[in-house]
C-alpha cells in the first residue's frame, strides 16, 4: 500500500495542504504550512528505509491519463531521483520556518505558492512518462515565478520574468523534440507511448535526427542547470527572490537541469551524448562554468550574487562528472548535488538572516561581527568550509568523487576543475573574513542580535547533514550505486550499438 | 440516421438548427419591431435569442445524437461531425456573448434590441458557412455572418472608434468578399462545379493540378479567407476593428467569426483542394507571417484591448498551423483548440468589459495594477485566461497547442512546430505583464479598481470558462474524444484511414 502510493501522497497532499493554508486566517497561514510540510518530510522519510537499491525503479504506480495520445500517470523512483525527492522534502519545511520573519505580506498566498511548488518539484523527479514530466517542469515555474515577483527585492519584476521566459524558451523546445520523439519511435513500433520506459527500450533507428532533438532537451536543461553560456537568469533570480525562494531555487530548481540530463538526456541519446565531439564541448562548457563561475564570485560585492555565481561553479562540477561517465564520476555528481542543496541553501539562509538583521546584502556591510554574533558567525564559517570542500564536510566527498572519476577520462579536465576548489577558497574565503572577522567598524554592527532559536531550528539539519555526509557518506553511496552503475554501463552500451550500426 | 437530402423532408431536418435560428430571428425582429425603448426590452429580447440559441443548440445535438449523415448524390450542405461540432462552438459563443452583453449594453446605454437580431443572424450565416458543401453556400453564409457583423461593429453610434471600426471593417471586408467571389468563379470556372466534392473529383478527372485558371482561383479565395481570419498579410483591419467595437462583439468576432471562418478554410482546402498540393506552402508562410507578426506587434502594444486584438491575430496563425498540416489529425487538432480558444477569448473580453464604463478602450496593462488584492478573484481568472492562452500546461489553452504540434509533427512539419513554440516564447512577453501588473505592482492609488463590475450573468460566463479551461487542462480527455470522433478525414487519405492517433 505505502509503496504505491507514497509519491502520489508527496505530489497530492501539499495541493492539498495550499488550498488549506488559503483558508486559514492570515496569522496561521505560516503555522500551518510548515505542519503541512513537516507531515510531507514524514510521509518521505519512510522511502529511505524500505528503499531497495538493487531493485531498480520503485514505488511506482502506474495509471491511464490520456490514453487517446498513449499518456499515462506513471511515477517510480530509483537511487536517482530518491535523493532529490528526499532532499525537497527535507529543504521544503526549513524554508518555511525559515520565512517566518522574512514574509510578512500577503502570507498565504506566500505559504499556499511554497506548497503548491513542492508538489511541481516531487512532480518533475518521479515522473516516468514524458508528457507528465513536461507538465510538471513547466507547472513549477508559476510559482516560483510569483515568489519571486511578488516577495522579491527590487528588481524582482525583471528577475521574474527572465527567469520564466529563460525556462519556457527551452522547455517549448524540449516539448516539440518529446513530440518528435514519441512519434518517431512509434511510426517504427507500431505503439505511441510516452512511457520512459518503453522510450528507452526501442531507441535505436531515430537517425540524423537524434543529434536535433538531444539539442533541444540540452538546451532546455543546460539552462535550467544552468550552464555557461545559459546562466544569466540564475544571479537576477537567486538575488531577488525571497531568502525562501533562493533556497529552493539553489537547493532543488537547478538540480532539474542535472537531473533532467542523467533521466533523459543521457539515456534517450546515447550515441549523440558521448559522441566525442559532443562529449569534448559539454566537458569544456563545464570547465567553463567551475573556473568563470569562481572567478566572477570573487568580485561581487553582494553576497547573494558571490553564492549565485558560486553555484555556476558547483554545477559546473555535476556536469562534469556526468559527462566523464564513469561510476565514481556519476556518484560524485550526484553527491554534489545533494550536497550543493543543502551547503548553498544554508548559505542562503544565512545570507537571508544576515539581511534581515542589516537590510543588506553588500559584504562591506558587514565586518567583525563574530563578537557580536558567535553563533551565526560560527555556522558561517561552517557551512562556508563545506561549500569549499573542506575534508570532512560534504563538499570535500562530492567534489573528490567527481575528479576521482572524471581523472581516467579526462585527466586534463580533472585537473582544471580541481583548480576550481582553490579558486573556491579563493572567493568564500575573503567574503567570510570580511563579514565576520576583520575589525568591527561600523557602529550599526554593534548591536545585531544573535541567532534565535527558530533560526536555530533552521540551521542545524542543515549542519547535522553537512557533517553526516561529510564523515559517513556510505550509506548515500551505496543507494545510488546500482542506479549509476547501471545508467554509466546502459548508456555506454547503447552509444557503442548505435554507433556501431550506423 | 441517413438523410436523403433531395427530398425536402430530409433536407429540413438536415438544415433543423439553421431553421431554427432562422426562425428565431425572425420572432425577435418582430419583437424588437414592438418593444425596443427601455432596459427591460432589452432583457427580453435577450432572453428570447437566448432560448433560440439553446433551441438551435438542441437540434445539433439531436442530429449529432442520431449521428446524421448525407446520403445520395452530392448536396449543397455538409452532413457530418465536423458540423456539428463547428456549430455548437459558434452558438456557444454566440450564448455566452447575449450574456455577457447584458450588463454591458445597460451600462453602456445602448438599448438597442437589433443587437439580438444580429446576433442570431450573424451566427446562422457562420452556421451556413462551416457547414457548407459548396462554395455558394459558403459564400452566402460568410456574408450573411460579415454583414450583420460589420453592424455590430458599429452598434455603438455615438462612438467614433465604433463608427471607424465598422467602416473598415465593411470596406475591406467587401474587398475579402469580392476576392472570395472571383476566386470561386474562377473555380468554377476551371471546373465547372461550385460543389467541394466535385471539384476534388474534376480537378482529379481532368487533372487540372496545373491549371492556372483553377489556381488563380485557389489564391483568391485564399485570399478571402485570409481576411477573415486576420492572416497576416491580410490583417490590417483586425487590431482597428477589435479595439473600436463594444467589448463584447470583440470577443465575439474574436471567437466565432474566427471558428467559422476556419472550420470553412480547413473544409474546403481539405476537400475540394486536397489535391492540389499548391496552397500548401502558401498556407505554411502565412503560418509563420502571422505567428511571427502578430506576436512580435502584441508584444508593443500598451492597451489591454489591443493586446487582445494582435493575440487573437497571432492565434490564428497557430490555427494556420493546422490547416497547414491538412490531416485526419489536424481537423481534430483544429476543433480542440477553437474550442479552448473560446473560452479562454470569451472570459477574457468580458473581464475587459468589466473593466470600466465607456473606457475599456483606454484600459492600459498598467492599469491593472493592484487588482489582485483588491478583486482577487476577477484576477485570478484574468490570469487564468492569459496563462492559457500562452499555452501553459494545466489548462486547456495547452491541450490546444499540444494538438496542434501533434498534427504538425504527425505531418513532417518540424520545423513549423519549432516556430510555433517559438513565437509561443515571445508570447510570453506581453501575456505575462498582465499577471506581472496585478499580482506585482501596488495599486496607483486607493480607489483605482472600485468601478470595475462584472454582472451577474457574466459572471457565471466567466466562471463557466475558467473552470472549463482549467478541468479540460487536467482532464481534456472528453474534448479530445470528441475532436478526434468528429474530424475530417481527408478524401487522399480516406482510403487508408489514419491509425489509432
Same mark, same amino acid.
Given at each position: 500500500?505505502?509503496?504505491?502510493?507514497?509519491?502520489?501522497?508527496?505530489?497530492?497532499?501539499?495541493?492539498?495542504?495550499?488550498?488549506?493554508?488559503?483558508?486559514?486566517?492570515?496569522?496561521?497561514?505560516?503555522?500551518?504550512?510548515?505542519?503541512?510540510?513537516?507531515?510531507?518530510?514524514?510521509?518521505?522519510?519512510?522511502? $529511505?528505509?524500505?528503499?531497495?537499491?538493487?531493485?531498480?525503479?520503485?514505488?511506482?504506480?502506474?495509471?491511464? $491519463?490520456?490514453?487517446?495520445?498513449?499518456?499515462?500517470?506513471?511515477?517510480?523512483?530509483?537511487?536517482?531521483?530518491?535523493?532529490?525527492?528526499?532532499?525537497?522534502?527535507?529543504?521544503?519545511?526549513?524554508?518555511?520556518?525559515?520565512?517566518?520573519?522574512?514574509?510578512?505580506?500577503?502570507?498565504?498566498?506566500?505559504?499556499?505558492?511554497?506548497?503548491?511548488?513542492?508538489?511541481?518539484?516531487?512532480?518533475?523527479?518521479?515522473?516516468?512518462?514524458?508528457?507528465?514530466?513536461?507538465?510538471?517542469?513547466?507547472?513549477?515555474?508559476?510559482?516560483?515565478?510569483?515568489?519571486?515577483?511578488?516577495?522579491?527585492?527590487?528588481?524582482?519584476?525583471?528577475?521574474?520574468?527572465?527567469?520564466?521566459?529563460?525556462?519556457?524558451?527551452?522547455?517549448?523546445?524540449?516539448?516539440?523534440?518529446?513530440?518528435?520523439?514519441?512519434?518517431?519511435?512509434?511510426?517504427?513500433?507500431?505503439?505511441?507511448?510516452?512511457?520512459?520506459?518503453?522510450?528507452?527500450?526501442?531507441?535505436?533507428?531515430?537517425?540524423? @535526427?537524434?543529434? $536535433?532533438?538531444?539539442?533541444?532537451?540540452?538546451?532546455?536543461?543546460?539552462?535550467?542547470?544552468?550552464?555557461?553560456?545559459?546562466?544569466?537568469?540564475?544571479?537576477?533570480?537567486?538575488?531577488?527572490?525571497?531568502?525562501?525562494?533562493?533556497?529552493?531555487?539553489?537547493?532543488?530548481?537547478?538540480?532539474?537541469?542535472?537531473?533532467?540530463?542523467?533521466?533523459?538526456?543521457?539515456?534517450?541519446?546515447?550515441?549523440?551524448?558521448?559522441?566525442?565531439?559532443?562529449?569534448?564541448?559539454?566537458?569544456?562548457?563545464?570547465?567553463?562554468?567551475?573556473?568563470?563561475?569562481?572567478?566572477?564570485?570573487?568580485?561581487?560585492?553582494?553576497?547573494?550574487?558571490?553564492?549565485?555565481?558560486?553555484?555556476?561553479?558547483?554545477?559546473?562540477?555535476?556536469?562534469?562528472?556526468?559527462?566523464?561517465?564513469?561510476?565514481?564520476?556519476?556518484?560524485?555528481?550526484?553527491?554534489?548535488?545533494?550536497?550543493?542543496?543543502?551547503?548553498?541553501?544554508?548559505?542562503?539562509?544565512?545570507?537571508?538572516?544576515?539581511?534581515?538583521?542589516?537590510?543588506?546584502?553588500?559584504?562591506? @556591510?558587514?565586518?567583525?561581527?563574530?563578537?557580536?554574533?558567535?553563533?551565526?558567525?560560527? @555556522?558561517?564559517?561552517?557551512?562556508?568550509?563545506?561549500?569549499?570542500?573542506?575534508?570532512?564536510?560534504?563538499?570535500?566527498?562530492?567534489?573528490?568523487?567527481?575528479?576521482?572519476?572524471?581523472?581516467?577520462?579526462?585527466?586534463?579536465?580533472?585537473?582544471?576543475?580541481?583548480?576550481?576548489?582553490?579558486?573556491?577558497?579563493?572567493?568564500?574565503?575573503?567574503?567570510?573574513?570580511?563579514?565576520?572577522?576583520?575589525?568591527?567598524?561600523?557602529?550599526?554592527?554593534?548591536?545585531?542580535?544573535?541567532?534565535?532559536?527558530?533560526?536555530?531550528?533552521?540551521?542545524?539539519?542543515?549542519?547535522?547533514?553537512?557533517?553526516?555526509?561529510?564523515?559517513?557518506?556510505?550509506?548515500?553511496?551505496?543507494?545510488?550505486?546500482?542506479?549509476?552503475?547501471?545508467?554509466?554501463?546502459?548508456?555506454?552500451?547503447?552509444?557503442?550499438?548505435?554507433?556501431?550500426?550506423? | 440516421?441517413?438523410?436523403?437530402?433531395?427530398?425536402?423532408?430530409?433536407?429540413?431536418?438536415?438544415?433543423?438548427?439553421?431553421?431554427?435560428?432562422?426562425?428565431?430571428?425572425?420572432?425577435?425582429?418582430?419583437?424588437?419591431?414592438?418593444?425596443?425603448?427601455?432596459?427591460?426590452?432589452?432583457?427580453?429580447?435577450?432572453?428570447?435569442?437566448?432560448?433560440?440559441?439553446?433551441?438551435?443548440?438542441?437540434?445539433?445535438?439531436?442530429?449529432?445524437?442520431?449521428?446524421?449523415?448525407?446520403?445520395?448524390?452530392?448536396?449543397?450542405?455538409?452532413?457530418?461531425?465536423?458540423?456539428?461540432?463547428?456549430?455548437?462552438?459558434?452558438?456557444?459563443?454566440?450564448?455566452?456573448?447575449?450574456?455577457?452583453?447584458?450588463?454591458?449594453?445597460?451600462?453602456?446605454?445602448?438599448?438597442?434590441?437589433?443587437?439580438?437580431?444580429?446576433?442570431?443572424?450573424?451566427?446562422?450565416?457562420?452556421?451556413?458557412?462551416?457547414?457548407?458543401?459548396?462554395?455558394?453556400?459558403?459564400?452566402?453564409?460568410?456574408?450573411?455572418?460579415?454583414?450583420?457583423?460589420?453592424?455590430?461593429?458599429?452598434?455603438?453610434?455615438?462612438?467614433?472608434?465604433?463608427?471607424?471600426?465598422?467602416?473598415?471593417?465593411?470596406?475591406?471586408?467587401?474587398?475579402?468578399?469580392?476576392?472570395?467571389?472571383?476566386?470561386?468563379?474562377?473555380?468554377?470556372?476551371?471546373?465547372?462545379?461550385?460543389?467541394?466534392?466535385?471539384?476534388?473529383?474534376?480537378?482529379?478527372?481532368?487533372?487540372?493540378?496545373?491549371?492556372?485558371?483553377?489556381?488563380?482561383?485557389?489564391?483568391?479565395?485564399?485570399?478571402?479567407?485570409?481576411?477573415?481570419?486576420?492572416?497576416?498579410?491580410?490583417?490590417?483591419?483586425?487590431?482597428?476593428?477589435?479595439?473600436?467595437?463594444?467589448?463584447?462583439?470583440?470577443?465575439?468576432?474574436?471567437?466565432?467569426?474566427?471558428?467559422?471562418?476556419?472550420?470553412?478554410?480547413?473544409?474546403?482546402?481539405?476537400?475540394?483542394?486536397?489535391?492540389?498540393?499548391?496552397?500548401?506552402?502558401?498556407?505554411?508562410?502565412?503560418?509563420?507571417?502571422?505567428?511571427?507578426?502578430?506576436?512580435?506587434?502584441?508584444?508593443?502594444?500598451?492597451?489591454?484591448?489591443?493586446?487582445?486584438?494582435?493575440?487573437?491575430?497571432?492565434?490564428?496563425?497557430?490555427?494556420?498551423?493546422?490547416?497547414?498540416?491538412?490531416?485526419?489529425?489536424?481537423?481534430?487538432?483544429?476543433?480542440?483548440?477553437?474550442?479552448?480558444?473560446?473560452?479562454?477569448?470569451?472570459?477574457?473580453?468580458?473581464?475587459?468589459?468589466?473593466?470600466?464604463?465607456?473606457?475599456?478602450?483606454?484600459?492600459?496593462?498598467?492599469?491593472?495594477?493592484?487588482?489582485?488584492?483588491?478583486?482577487?478573484?476577477?484576477?485570478?481568472?484574468?490570469?487564468?485566461?492569459?496563462?492559457?492562452?500562452?499555452?501553459?500546461?494545466?489548462?486547456?489553452?495547452?491541450?490546444?497547442?499540444?494538438?496542434?504540434?501533434?498534427?504538425?509533427?504527425?505531418?513532417?512539419?518540424?520545423?513549423?512546430?519549432?516556430?510555433?513554440?517559438?513565437?509561443?516564447?515571445?508570447?510570453?512577453?506581453?501575456?505575462?505583464?498582465?499577471?506581472?501588473?496585478?499580482?506585482?505592482?501596488?495599486?496607483?492609488?486607493?480607489?483605482?479598481?472600485?468601478?470595475?463590475?462584472?454582472?451577474?450573468?457574466?459572471?457565471?460566463?466567466?466562471?463557466?470558462?475558467?473552470?472549463?479551461?482549467?478541468?479540460?487542462?487536467?482532464?481534456?480527455?472528453?474534448?479530445?474524444?470528441?475532436?478526434?470522433?468528429?474530424?475530417?478525414?481527408?478524401?487522399?487519405?480516406?482510403?487508408?484511414?489514419?491509425?489509432?492517433?
Amino acid at each position: 500500500m505505502y509503496s504505491q502510493a507514497v509519491l502520489t501522497a508527496l505530489l497530492g497532499w501539499p495541493v492539498v495542504a495550499a488550498a488549506g493554508v488559503l483558508l486559514v486566517p492570515e496569522r496561521w497561514a505560516k503555522h500551518v504550512a510548515l505542519s503541512a510540510s513537516l507531515v510531507e518530510f514524514a510521509i518521505s522519510v519512510p522511502l $529511505w528505509w524500505t528503499f531497495q537499491p538493487a531493485a531498480g525503479m520503485q514505488f511506482v504506480l502506474d495509471l491511464p $491519463w490520456i490514453p487517446a495520445w498513449g499518456i499515462r500517470y506513471t511515477v517510480g523512483v530509483d537511487g536517482i531521483s530518491l535523493f532529490m525527492v528526499l532532499l525537497t522534502t527535507f529543504l521544503v519545511p526549513l524554508s518555511v520556518l525559515g520565512s517566518y520573519a522574512y514574509i510578512t505580506t500577503r502570507q498565504r498566498a506566500f505559504y499556499a505558492l511554497m506548497l503548491v511548488l513542492t508538489s511541481g518539484m516531487i512532480g518533475v523527479f518521479v515522473s516516468l512518462d514524458l508528457f507528465l514530466f513536461y507538465v510538471m517542469w513547466e507547472v513549477m515555474l508559476i510559482p516560483m515565478y510569483f515568489i519571486i515577483g511578488v516577495w522579491g527585492g527590487e528588481r524582482r519584476l525583471y528577475a521574474a520574468i527572465k527567469f520564466f521566459i529563460y525556462t519556457f524558451f527551452g522547455s517549448l523546445l524540449m516539448l516539440v523534440a518529446i513530440l518528435v520523439l514519441v512519434l518517431r519511435v512509434g511510426q517504427q513500433t507500431g505503439l505511441y507511448s510516452f512511457s520512459y520506459a518503453y522510450l528507452t527500450a526501442h531507441l535505436g533507428g531515430l537517425g540524423p @535526427a537524434a543529434f $536535433w532533438l538531444f539539442g533541444a532537451f540540452f538546451l532546455a536543461f543546460a539552462i535550467k542547470v544552468p550552464m555557461f553560456p545559459f546562466h544569466t537568469w540564475l544571479p537576477d533570480a537567486h538575488v531577488e527572490a525571497p531568502t525562501a525562494g533562493s533556497v529552493i531555487l539553489a537547493g532543488v530548481l537547478l538540480k532539474m537541469g542535472t537531473y533532467g540530463f542523467l533521466r533523459f538526456a543521457l539515456p534517450l541519446f546515447p550515441a549523440v551524448a558521448l559522441h566525442p565531439a559532443i562529449q569534448a564541448g559539454i566537458v569544456t562548457l563545464a570547465l567553463i562554468g567551475i573556473v568563470y563561475g569562481g572567478l566572477v564570485a570573487m568580485v561581487q560585492p553582494d553576497f547573494k550574487k558571490l553564492i549565485a555565481y558560486s553555484s555556476v561553479a558547483h554545477l559546473g562540477f555535476v556536469m562534469l562528472g556526468i559527462w566523464a561517465l564513469t561510476l565514481q564520476s556519476v556518484q560524485g555528481a550526484l553527491l554534489v548535488m545533494i550536497n550543493h542543496g543543502i551547503s548553498t541553501g544554508a548559505l542562503f539562509f544565512l545570507a537571508g538572516m544576515l539581511y534581515e538583521r542589516r537590510h543588506s546584502r553588500l559584504i562591506d @556591510a558587514f565586518g567583525g561581527i563574530a563578537k557580536v554574533v558567535p553563533l551565526l558567525a560560527a @555556522a558561517l564559517t561552517i557551512v562556508s568550509l563545506s561549500s569549499i570542500g573542506l575534508p570532512a564536510t560534504n563538499g570535500f566527498v562530492g567534489e573528490f568523487l567527481v575528479l576521482l572519476g572524471a581523472f581516467p577520462t579526462y585527466p586534463r579536465a580533472a585537473l582544471v576543475a580541481a583548480t576550481g576548489v582553490i579558486v573556491a577558497a579563493m572567493y568564500l574565503l575573503p567574503a567570510l573574513q570580511r563579514v565576520i572577522y576583520n575589525p568591527l567598524d561600523k557602529p550599526e554592527n554593534e548591536q545585531l542580535r544573535d541567532l534565535s532559536p527558530r533560526e536555530i531550528a533552521v540551521l542545524v539539519p542543515l549542519l547535522a547533514c553537512i557533517v553526516w555526509i561529510g564523515v559517513y557518506p556510505a550509506p548515500i553511496l551505496r543507494r545510488m550505486e546500482p542506479a549509476a552503475k547501471n545508467l554509466v554501463q546502459s548508456v555506454r552500451l547503447d552509444a557503442a550499438t548505435f554507433t556501431a550500426t550506423r | 440516421m441517413n438523410l436523403d437530402l433531395t427530398s425536402t423532408g430530409d433536407l429540413a431536418r438536415a438544415l433543423l438548427p439553421e431553421l431554427t435560428l432562422t426562425a428565431a430571428g425572425m420572432l425577435v425582429l418582430l419583437v424588437t419591431a414592438w418593444r425596443h425603448t427601455s432596459g427591460r426590452d432589452l432583457r427580453i429580447a435577450g432572453w428570447v435569442t437566448l432560448t433560440g440559441l439553446v433551441a438551435g443548440g438542441a437540434a445539433v445535438w439531436w442530429l449529432w445524437w442520431h449521428t446524421a449523415r448525407a446520403a445520395g448524390p452530392p448536396s449543397m450542405i455538409a452532413v457530418d461531425d465536423f458540423r456539428f461540432v463547428t456549430d455548437a462552438l459558434c452558438l456557444a459563443a454566440a450564448g455566452l456573448t447575449v450574456l455577457v452583453s447584458f450588463d454591458y449594453l445597460e451600462r453602456e446605454g445602448l438599448l438597442v434590441p437589433e443587437y439580438y437580431v444580429l446576433l442570431l443572424f450573424a451566427t446562422l450565416g457562420m452556421m451556413l458557412m462551416a457547414g457548407g458543401e459548396d462554395l455558394m453556400v459558403v459564400f452566402l453564409g460568410l456574408e450573411l455572418m460579415s454583414v450583420s457583423v460589420y453592424v455590430l461593429a458599429g452598434i455603438d453610434r455615438r462612438s467614433g472608434a465604433a463608427a471607424e471600426a465598422a467602416l473598415k471593417y465593411f470596406l475591406l471586408g467587401a474587398f475579402a468578399s469580392g476576392f472570395l467571389l472571383y476566386g470561386i468563379a474562377l473555380v468554377y470556372g476551371a471546373t465547372a462545379t461550385t460543389n467541394l466534392t466535385q471539384i476534388a473529383a474534376q480537378v482529379r478527372s481532368l487533372s487540372l493540378v496545373q491549371s492556372p485558371m483553377l489556381l488563380i482561383g485557389l489564391g483568391l479565395v485564399l485570399v478571402g479567407f485570409g481576411f477573415k481570419v486576420a492572416a497576416v498579410p491580410f490583417h490590417m483591419w483586425a487590431p482597428d476593428v477589435y479595439d473600436g467595437s463594444p467589448t463584447p462583439v470583440t470577443g465575439y468576432m474574436a471567437t466565432a467569426v474566427k471558428a467559422a471562418a476556419f472550420a470553412a478554410l480547413f473544409r474546403v482546402l481539405v476537400e475540394a483542394f486536397g489535391g492540389v498540393t499548391a496552397w500548401k506552402p502558401i498556407v505554411w508562410w502565412l503560418a509563420v507571417a502571422t505567428m511571427v507578426v502578430g506576436n512580435f506587434i502584441a508584444l508593443a502594444q500598451h492597451t489591454v484591448k489591443r493586446m487582445l486584438a494582435y493575440s487573437s491575430v497571432a492565434h490564428a496563425g497557430y490555427l494556420l498551423v493546422a490547416v497547414a498540416a491538412a490531416s485526419w489529425a489536424a481537423s481534430a487538432a483544429l476543433l480542440a483548440y477553437l474550442f479552448a480558444y473560446t473560452l479562454v477569448t470569451l472570459a477574457a473580453f468580458a473581464l475587459l468589459a468589466a473593466q470600466g464604463r465607456e473606457g475599456e478602450r483606454d484600459v492600459r496593462i498598467d492599469d491593472l495594477a493592484g487588482l489582485g488584492q483588491r478583486r482577487p478573484w476577477l484576477a485570478l481568472a484574468l490570469a487564468v485566461c492569459m496563462l492559457s492562452l500562452l499555452g501553459f500546461p494545466g489548462t486547456a489553452g495547452f491541450i490546444g497547442k499540444w494538438y496542434i504540434l501533434v498534427a504538425a509533427t504527425m505531418a513532417h512539419e518540424n520545423v513549423l512546430a519549432a516556430i510555433l513554440v517559438l513565437t509561443s516564447v515571445v508570447s510570453a512577453g506581453y501575456y505575462l505583464p498582465v499577471i506581472m501588473a496585478m499580482y506585482m505592482k501596488p495599486q496607483p492609488f486607493d480607489q483605482a479598481h472600485a468601478g470595475v463590475r462584472l454582472g451577474r450573468p457574466a459572471a457565471v460566463v466567466v466562471a463557466a470558462c475558467v473552470v472549463g479551461l482549467l478541468v479540460l487542462g487536467v482532464r481534456p480527455n472528453p474534448l479530445l474524444d470528441l475532436a478526434r470522433s468528429s474530424a475530417i478525414v481527408p478524401p487522399a487519405r480516406a482510403a487508408t484511414p489514419a491509425t489509432g492517433r
